[in-house]
């Protein structure tokens, strides 16, 4: 353990970077919940990567604005395609959802093998890079992600397909803050430790304190031991989740 290397100069970037991706997460992950298509969001984000690995191989080296374009583009197609077999096949939509995610990551595994540092991309957007991220990234993630709050919270009774643009966009720049394992984890453990609450207001709360919480140790963790940041914040959430889960459900615990 090594608190000279409690740096806030990294730690600040990357506490913002989870709670700008806890802003949308956690009211999108209660929907996730709600609609019983837990594995929407490895789906959505493993079918950006793949897009994103595609036009690496296809179109070389690519600008920021370019891997954004490409990712959102495939993503929002893949919602749209989700969307689609909802409407057809909603009793097996899981598990439709399930093999579209294999085939997304089955696919990128055969393209990284010819795509200029393909692991090394793959890697980072599963595991990401959440110490690196810098301000300009979180100041454009941060204005996106109001705008899609806005029009989740003002339109989401408007029509179904709102649920799944919200959440191809915001999937696919958290991803790219985060990485995958995050942006999963971020959805279900803030969804799961609130859910079964009477008041919104309550649920709310306890999830963003939920995802704040393990987002925080993840951090410390990180820093203190030397360990990969995305992985042990996968595990401080879980275990910040189970423990508001054991309090919501024995509060004299």
Excluded at 110 to 130: C, R, T
Excluded at 201 to 206: M, R
């Amino acid at each position: 353990m090594n608190f000279d290397s409690l740096d806030f100069t990294l730690m600040i970037p990357a506490l913002l970077a989870g709670i700008i991706v806890l802003s949308t997460h956690v009211p999108l992950g209660q929907e996730v919940l709600k609609r019983g298509i837990i594995f929407i969001d490895l789906a959505i984000a493993q079918i950006a990567a793949m897009g994103v690995i595609a036009a690496t191989l296809f179109a070389g080296e690519l600008t920021n604005w370019s891997v954004q374009l490409f990712a959102g583009s495939s993503a929002v197609l893949g919602a749209l395609l989700i969307h689609n077999l909802e409407q057809r096949y909603n009793h097996n939509l899981e598990a439709i959802i399930g093999l579209l995610y294999v085939l997304a990551a089955s696919g990128c595994l055969l393209m990284i093998s010819h795509a200029p540092h393909g692991d090394a991309l793959l890697h980072n957007l599963l595991v990401g890079q959440i110490l690196w991220v810098n301000y300009e990234q979180l100041i454009w993630a941060a204005l996106l992600y109001s705008v899609l709050l806005l029009i989740w919270f003002k339109l989401k009774h408007k029509s179904p397909i709102i649920f799944y643009l919200v959440f191809s966009l915001s999937v696919t720049v958290s991803v790219q803050l985060v990485g995958i394992y995050l942006v999963f984890t971020s959805l279900i453990l803030p969804a799961l430790a609130s859910r079964g609450m009477q008041q919104p207001s309550y649920q709310l709360l306890t999830a963003y304190s939920t995802g704040l919480i393990g987002y925080l140790l993840g951090l410390i963790t990180s820093l203190l031991f030397d360990l990969p940041t995305g992985a042990v914040t996968v595990w401080t959430l879980v275990f910040v989740g189970l423990m508001f889960y054991k309090f919501k459900q024995h509060p004299s615990f």
